[in-house]
């Protein structure tokens, strides 16, 4: 999270108090509208110097239209919707009917946000409109990544904690969004997040495919589907400020296929909610988006794996490529036990379970419990490494913001996605750093964390295991480890001193254990209570 970032919600939280004691609206009520207001002030932000040149290049033979700026990944804006002539509003005009109008005019120029921008500004009073366009003027516009996921997930943590969703499902870290980017590789083709929240994943798929326009054979086809509407919306938004468009849905993902998912799609990219319970198991069943079964425990982590391996293209069906998913994790699925050890197993024997990172606590907005990266690549089935699983530990990689969050500096998402390419003997174009001249890291442990030079740890650039940090390990190793997918079984890891451990942190992994544990307690005494009932029956 950016410093720039941090200014801008503290803006917000004054704004939003400033609300609260003017408006009779609820936090969610209000939220919206000003998330539109972001929406307008970052697209104009976008679209002015763009804007500036395409009229100095303009000549009266040649009109400039929305085209021009979509094909340069800009969101045109009518001048009734550019932020500088709302600005500029005397206080005697109807500020909430102008604001209608401009979201109302993007929208005809738009389609693709038809029915998705905010348009209650008549309900807040004129005077606080202004100043919210004021307030919003000055803020800085070089924050980066999904700005307008991180700010939902801000207006949720602050206002309404308990009735929002928790774990970071509308918003992923930015910097560990990059992260899979950069091991997935999506140069182009069709890309599904099934659980797409404000659309990160795709905004950050596309500017890796622009970055690499030499290599990128196609443009990216974006689908995504969220459960809930203003979601659906949020990401449209998302997309729409950085020029892009998308198949967006809203429906639920357990129960419905919206995008007939099965073997279509060349990458996969996901956040999904962790531990999720509930699924109706009697409506899912015999469905082709779960190949492996439905897990007997209340726990839907390996119903989205199952979704991932499944939406992926075949070798045989996209020149021999195979698709790949990159995806967020719970640590828990990497050791569950039972019938969900079974579909883990059924994974790796597939030979697509290509590379898992672990990745320390604090990274997410809402919570601090850490997690583990998986990466699927069905393209690797029938190669050298069919039989091999990458395990990466980086849970003492990061840089440390404040005391409550982490994230991953450009130089050491090149340094984690390096490793993988040397895995896969690729060559070393990818990662364009950028410079962070005022900004430190630190590492927990005694682990190898970053080196200056990746030649200090791989000789002649090419891979080779490194005591905790990498370890390329065979299936029968994994099977000798009650197939695990946990990278601490393998690339080995130092103690933590007392000192280091954040109680907090620790009494969360405890309790992720214990659920796991409590569900499989439950699961044998099912089979113990059916096994017994059979004897009684047979007895009789």
Same mark, same amino acid.
């Given at each position: 999270?950016?410093?720039? *970032?941090?200014?801008?919600?503290?803006?917000?939280?004054?704004?939003?108090?400033?609300?609260?004691?003017?408006?009779?609206?609820?936090?969610?009520?209000?939220?919206?509208?000003?998330?539109? *207001?972001?929406?307008?002030?970052?697209?104009?932000?976008?679209?002015?110097?763009?804007?500036?040149?395409?009229?100095?290049?303009?000549?009266?033979?040649?009109?400039?239209?929305?085209?021009?700026?979509?094909?340069?990944?800009?969101?045109?804006?009518?001048?009734?919707?550019?932020?500088?002539?709302?600005?500029?509003?005397?206080?005697?005009?109807?500020?909430?009917?102008?604001?209608?109008?401009?979201?109302?005019?993007?929208?005809?120029?738009?389609?693709?946000?038809?029915?998705?921008?905010?348009?209650?500004?008549?309900?807040?009073?004129?005077?606080?409109?202004?100043?919210?366009?004021?307030?919003?003027?000055?803020?800085?516009?070089?924050?980066?990544?999904?700005?307008?996921?991180?700010? %939902?997930?801000?207006?949720?943590?602050?206002?309404?904690?308990?009735?929002?969703?928790?774990?970071?499902?509308?918003?992923?870290?930015?910097?560990?969004?990059?992260?899979?980017?950069?091991?997935?590789?999506?140069?182009?083709?069709?890309?599904?997040?099934?659980?797409?929240?404000?659309?990160?994943?795709?905004?950050?798929?596309?500017?890796?495919?622009?970055?690499?326009?030499?290599?990128?054979?196609?443009?990216?086809?974006?689908?995504?589907?969220?459960?809930?509407?203003?979601?659906?919306?949020?990401?449209?938004?998302?997309?729409?400020?950085?020029?892009?468009?998308?198949?967006?849905?809203?429906?639920?993902?357990?129960?419905?296929?919206?995008?007939?998912?099965?073997?279509?799609?060349?990458?996969?990219?996901?956040?999904?909610?962790?531990?999720?319970?509930?699924?109706?198991?009697?409506?899912?069943?015999?469905?082709?988006?779960?190949?492996?079964?439905?897990?007997?425990?209340?726990?839907?982590?390996?119903?989205?794996?199952?979704?991932?391996?499944?939406?992926?293209?075949?070798?045989?069906?996209?020149?021999?490529?195979?698709?790949?998913?990159?995806?967020?994790?719970?640590?828990?699925?990497?050791?569950?036990?039972?019938?969900?050890?079974?579909?883990?197993?059924?994974?790796?024997?597939?030979?697509?379970?290509?590379?898992?990172?672990?990745?320390?606590?604090?990274?997410?907005?809402?919570?601090?419990?850490?997690?583990? *990266?998986?990466?699927?690549?069905?393209?690797?089935?029938?190669?050298?490494?069919?039989?091999?699983?990458?395990?990466?530990?980086?849970?003492?990689?990061?840089?440390?913001?404040?005391?409550?969050?982490?994230?991953?500096?450009?130089?050491?998402?090149?340094?984690?996605?390096?490793?993988?390419?040397?895995?896969?003997?690729?060559?070393?174009?990818?990662?364009?750093?950028?410079?962070?001249?005022?900004?430190? %890291?630190?590492?927990?442990?005694?682990?190898?964390?970053?080196?200056?030079?990746?030649?200090?740890?791989?000789?002649?650039?090419?891979?080779?295991?490194?005591?905790?940090?990498?370890?390329?390990?065979?299936?029968?190793?994994?099977?000798?480890?009650?197939?695990? *997918?946990?990278?601490?079984?393998?690339?080995?890891?130092?103690?933590?001193?007392?000192?280091?451990?954040?109680?907090?942190?620790?009494?969360?992994?405890?309790?992720?254990?214990?659920?796991?544990?409590?569900?499989?307690?439950?699961?044998?005494?099912?089979?113990?209570?059916?096994?017994?009932?059979?004897?009684?029956?047979?007895?009789?």
């Amino acid at each position: 999270m950016s410093t720039n *970032l941090n200014k801008l919600e503290n803006r917000l939280w004054e704004v939003a108090n400033n609300l609260r004691a003017n408006s009779t609206l609820s936090s969610f009520e209000y939220s919206t509208p000003v998330l539109g *207001l972001i929406f307008l002030r970052y697209a104009w932000h976008r679209f002015k110097p763009l804007h500036e040149k395409k009229e100095k290049e303009s000549s009266g033979r040649v009109t400039i239209g929305p085209e021009h700026y979509k094909a340069e990944g800009v969101m045109y804006l009518p001048e009734k919707a550019r932020y500088d002539y709302l600005l500029q509003l005397p206080e005697s005009e109807d500020i909430g009917k102008k604001v209608n109008e401009a979201m109302e005019a993007i929208e005809k120029e738009n389609r693709e946000l038809a029915g998705v921008l905010p348009k209650e500004y008549k309900r807040f009073d004129d005077s606080m409109l202004k100043d919210l366009l004021k307030n919003f003027s000055n803020i800085g516009t070089d924050v980066e990544g999904d700005v307008f996921g991180q700010i %939902y997930e801000y207006f949720l943590g602050q206002f309404a904690m308990n009735e929002g969703q928790k774990g970071g499902e509308f918003f992923t870290p930015t910097s560990i969004v990059k992260l899979i980017v950069e091991v997935l590789e999506p140069y182009g083709g069709k890309i599904l997040d099934p659980a797409c929240g404000s659309g990160g994943m795709f905004v950050q798929s596309e500017k890796f495919r622009q970055r690499h326009r030499d290599q990128a054979k196609q443009n990216l086809s974006i689908y995504g589907q969220e459960n809930k509407e203003a979601t659906v919306r949020l990401c449209k938004m998302n997309l729409a400020v950085h020029g892009l468009e998308g198949d967006i849905k809203a429906g639920n993902t357990y129960y419905e296929n919206l995008h007939n998912c099965v073997g279509r799609f060349d990458y996969v990219m996901a956040n999904p909610p962790f531990n999720v319970s509930g699924v109706d198991k009697e409506t899912i069943e015999g469905d082709e988006r779960y190949p492996f079964g439905i897990p007997s425990t209340d726990n839907a982590n390996f119903l989205w794996m199952q979704e991932f391996y499944s939406a992926l293209k075949d070798p045989e069906t996209s020149s021999g490529q195979g698709g790949r998913a990159g995806f967020v994790m719970a640590n828990s699925a990497a050791d569950a036990r039972h019938s969900e050890q079974e579909i883990r197993k059924q994974l790796i024997k597939e030979g697509v379970v290509d590379v898992i990172i672990s990745v320390g606590s604090n990274f997410f907005y809402t919570v601090t419990l850490p997690c583990t *990266l998986w990466f699927f690549d069905k393209g690797k089935q029938g190669t050298d490494r069919e039989n091999e699983v990458l395990f990466i530990d980086a849970r003492n990689i990061y840089r440390q913001i404040d005391r409550a969050q982490r994230d991953f500096t450009p130089d050491q998402i090149e340094f984690i996605s390096s490793i993988v390419r040397r895995y896969r003997n690729e060559e070393e174009v990818h990662f364009e750093v950028a410079a962070e001249p005022d900004t430190d %890291y630190e590492a927990n442990g005694s682990s190898v964390t970053q080196p200056d030079d990746m030649d200090e740890l791989f000789l002649n650039g090419e891979y080779q295991d490194i005591p905790g940090l990498c370890k390329v390990a065979t299936v029968e190793e994994i099977e000798e480890q009650g197939w695990s *997918l946990n990278p601490g079984r393998y690339v080995g890891v130092a103690e933590r001193e007392e000192d280091d451990v954040d109680f907090q942190v620790r009494l969360g992994e405890l309790y992720e254990e214990l659920e796991l544990l409590n569900a499989e307690s439950k699961d044998l005494e099912q089979k113990i209570s059916s096994n017994i009932q059979k004897v009684l029956n047979t007895n009789d």
